[in-house]
Nanobody, 119 residues
Protein backbone atom coordinates (compact mmCIF):
# COMPACT_ATOMS: atom_id res chain seq x y z
CA UNK A 1 0.00 0.00 0.00
CA UNK A 2 1.31 3.39 -0.99
CA UNK A 3 1.03 6.22 1.51
CA UNK A 4 2.14 9.81 1.50
CA UNK A 5 1.36 11.59 4.74
CA UNK A 6 1.81 15.34 5.04
CA UNK A 7 2.21 17.30 8.25
CA UNK A 8 3.27 20.74 9.40
CA UNK A 9 0.50 22.92 8.05
CA UNK A 10 -1.24 25.55 10.11
CA UNK A 11 -2.02 29.21 10.58
CA UNK A 12 0.79 31.74 10.32
CA UNK A 13 1.05 35.49 9.92
CA UNK A 14 2.31 37.04 6.73
CA UNK A 15 6.10 37.12 6.75
CA UNK A 16 6.29 34.02 8.89
CA UNK A 17 7.59 30.54 8.18
CA UNK A 18 6.34 26.97 8.13
CA UNK A 19 7.97 23.65 7.37
CA UNK A 20 5.92 20.93 5.74
CA UNK A 21 6.92 17.29 5.94
CA UNK A 22 5.86 14.29 3.87
CA UNK A 23 6.47 10.71 4.92
CA UNK A 24 6.44 8.05 2.21
CA UNK A 25 5.65 4.41 2.88
CA UNK A 26 4.88 1.35 0.78
CA UNK A 27 6.78 -1.19 -1.23
CA UNK A 28 7.30 1.07 -4.24
CA UNK A 29 9.34 3.35 -2.02
CA UNK A 30 11.64 0.54 -0.96
CA UNK A 31 14.46 2.22 -2.85
CA UNK A 32 13.54 5.83 -2.25
CA UNK A 33 16.80 7.18 -3.55
CA UNK A 34 16.35 5.91 -7.12
CA UNK A 35 14.06 7.23 -9.87
CA UNK A 36 11.41 8.77 -7.64
CA UNK A 37 10.54 12.38 -8.30
CA UNK A 38 8.95 14.04 -5.28
CA UNK A 39 7.05 17.26 -5.28
CA UNK A 40 4.73 19.66 -3.52
CA UNK A 41 1.60 21.04 -5.13
CA UNK A 42 -1.06 23.37 -3.74
CA UNK A 43 -4.67 24.20 -4.38
CA UNK A 44 -6.33 27.39 -3.26
CA UNK A 45 -10.13 27.71 -3.02
CA UNK A 46 -11.65 28.08 -6.47
CA UNK A 47 -8.34 27.51 -8.23
CA UNK A 48 -6.66 24.61 -9.97
CA UNK A 49 -3.96 22.59 -8.29
CA UNK A 50 -0.55 24.01 -9.14
CA UNK A 51 3.04 22.93 -8.90
CA UNK A 52 5.06 24.44 -6.07
CA UNK A 53 8.36 22.55 -6.23
CA UNK A 54 9.88 19.24 -7.27
CA UNK A 55 13.05 17.38 -6.41
CA UNK A 56 14.63 14.45 -8.22
CA UNK A 57 16.27 11.46 -6.64
CA UNK A 58 19.60 13.14 -7.27
CA UNK A 59 18.55 16.35 -5.58
CA UNK A 60 17.86 18.60 -8.58
CA UNK A 61 15.10 21.06 -7.77
CA UNK A 62 12.53 23.07 -9.65
CA UNK A 63 10.28 25.84 -8.31
CA UNK A 64 7.27 27.79 -9.40
CA UNK A 65 8.21 31.41 -10.09
CA UNK A 66 5.87 32.56 -7.33
CA UNK A 67 7.87 30.78 -4.61
CA UNK A 68 11.45 31.07 -5.88
CA UNK A 69 13.73 32.50 -3.24
CA UNK A 70 11.19 31.90 -0.47
CA UNK A 71 10.56 28.14 -0.48
CA UNK A 72 13.07 25.30 -0.34
CA UNK A 73 12.32 21.66 -1.11
CA UNK A 74 14.56 18.93 0.26
CA UNK A 75 14.51 15.18 0.81
CA UNK A 76 16.03 12.64 3.12
CA UNK A 77 16.26 9.40 1.18
CA UNK A 78 17.26 7.33 4.19
CA UNK A 79 14.16 8.43 6.10
CA UNK A 80 11.91 8.51 2.98
CA UNK A 81 10.92 12.06 3.80
CA UNK A 82 10.39 15.19 1.75
CA UNK A 83 10.26 18.69 3.19
CA UNK A 84 9.11 22.12 2.11
CA UNK A 85 10.57 25.03 4.03
CA UNK A 86 8.39 28.08 3.44
CA UNK A 87 9.69 31.51 4.43
CA UNK A 88 8.36 35.02 3.93
CA UNK A 89 4.86 33.64 3.57
CA UNK A 90 2.22 35.73 1.84
CA UNK A 91 -1.56 35.62 1.99
CA UNK A 92 -1.57 34.26 -1.56
CA UNK A 93 0.29 31.18 -0.31
CA UNK A 94 -2.88 30.11 1.50
CA UNK A 95 -3.90 26.72 0.12
CA UNK A 96 -4.03 23.01 0.75
CA UNK A 97 -0.55 21.63 0.11
CA UNK A 98 -0.19 18.14 -1.32
CA UNK A 99 2.81 15.87 -1.39
CA UNK A 100 3.31 14.05 -4.67
CA UNK A 101 5.43 11.17 -5.88
CA UNK A 102 6.10 10.15 -9.47
CA UNK A 103 7.09 6.50 -9.62
CA UNK A 104 7.37 4.60 -12.90
CA UNK A 105 5.04 7.05 -14.69
CA UNK A 106 2.39 6.87 -11.94
CA UNK A 107 1.50 9.79 -9.68
CA UNK A 108 0.69 9.29 -6.02
CA UNK A 109 -0.82 11.91 -3.73
CA UNK A 110 -1.10 12.61 -0.04
CA UNK A 111 -4.29 13.79 1.62
CA UNK A 112 -3.08 17.39 1.90
CA UNK A 113 -2.35 19.80 4.71
CA UNK A 114 -3.89 23.25 5.09
CA UNK A 115 -1.67 26.32 5.16
CA UNK A 116 -3.36 29.59 6.03
CA UNK A 117 -1.46 32.87 5.96
CA UNK A 118 -3.14 35.80 7.65
CA UNK A 119 -2.37 39.34 6.53
Amino acid sequence: QVQLVESGGGLVQAGGSLRLSCAASGSIFSIFSINIMMGWYRQAPGKQRELVATITSGGSTNYADSVKGRFTISRDNAKKMVYLQMNSLKSEDTAVYYCNALVRATYYWGQGTQVTVSS
